[in-house]
């Protein structure tokens, strides 16, 4: 299958077409990692509100510059697990032995995850989440300010100190995107940059829900090389946009710019 999309220095690509048909045609093992934003058949107050659209589900009615739609967000919950389970068996013959699988989910769906990545055989190491900090309000209800990131390994995955080992925060607080949004359900950029980093420096990432291209711009800025699929053109078109923007941005080796000192990294904590 030839991508919609590649960079110039072939190090990221984007397949257009529904992630079940694209997956098999992959190499098999040349995955490092799976860092991915699936539909999540959920929103809404009410069981009623999961068929509506995702303009009307995801979006204030304030909201002028209405985004796209997208499909894939209307199953109920057994059909969303067995749909799940369809795509995560796939990746594995995709990825390499002890490759990372990280999706997020929604507090509705974290159950039907967890069941469905260890169903697809992946190797189930946990939750990370993802506190948005000024989630809209609710009358009598905590705020849904939470979102998770179910994740496991293909097969096992070494859990050694040695020199050079990375270690990797398990909840992360940063706003998400609001005048630079261009998917109704689009995550932070800075977010997905700490997400990508459980990848080794040269990896592979893929995307099997790519949508506007966020986890493509995050490896882009980390050096990492991408490989995303997305079933809707116009979102197809919106990522390629994105991240050709970022590889235009990124500076010649040797001229990176200075960390910024008001950039707050979240702290590590050790264990008790």
Not at 10 to 29: I, K, N, Q, T, W
Not at 84 to 98: K, V
Not at 183 to 203: F, G
Request: charged share 25%.
């Amino acid at each position: 299958m030839t991508p919609y999309w590649t960079s110039r220095d072939g190090r990221h690509a984007l397949y257009l077409g529904d992630c079940l048909d694209v997956l098999p045609g992959l190499a098999p093992g040349s995955v490092g990692a799976v860092v991915t934003d699936p539909p999540y058949s959920s929103g809404g107050l009410y069981r009623a509100d999961r068929m509506k659209d995702t303009r009307t589900k995801y979006q204030s009615f304030s909201v002028v510059d209405e985004k796209p739609l997208f499909s894939g967000d209307n199953r109920d919950q057994r059909s969303w697990c067995l749909w799940c389970c369809l795509w995560m068996g796939l990746l594995r013959r995709t990825c390499r032995s002890g490759a990372v699988l990280a999706t997020f989910t929604d507090w509705r769906q974290l159950p039907t995850a967890t069941g469905a990545i260890q169903a697809a055989g992946w190797l189930w190491l946990g939750i990370a989440s993802w506190d948005k900090v000024d989630a809209r309000p609710v009358p009598n209800r905590f705020r849904s300010q939470t979102e998770f990131l179910v994740w496991g390994s293909n097969g096992p995955r070494p859990c050694v100190t040695s020199p050079g080992t990375s270690y990797h925060a398990g909840a992360w607080s940063v706003r998400p995107p609001k005048s630079d949004r261009e998917h109704s359900t689009q995550k932070p950029v800075k977010l997905l940059e700490m997400i990508v980093a459980i990848a080794d420096d040269d990896d592979l990432v893929l995307d099997p829900f790519a949508g506007s291209g966020t986890t493509g711009v995050a490896c882009i800025r980390t050096g990492r090389r991408f490989i995303g699929v997305e079933l809707e053109p116009r979102y197809a078109d919106i990522a390629v946009r994105r991240m050709e923007r970022e590889l235009e941005r990124r500076p010649l080796p040797g001229m990176e710019p200075e960390a910024d000192p008001c950039d707050v990294q979240p702290e590590l904590f050790a264990e008790s």
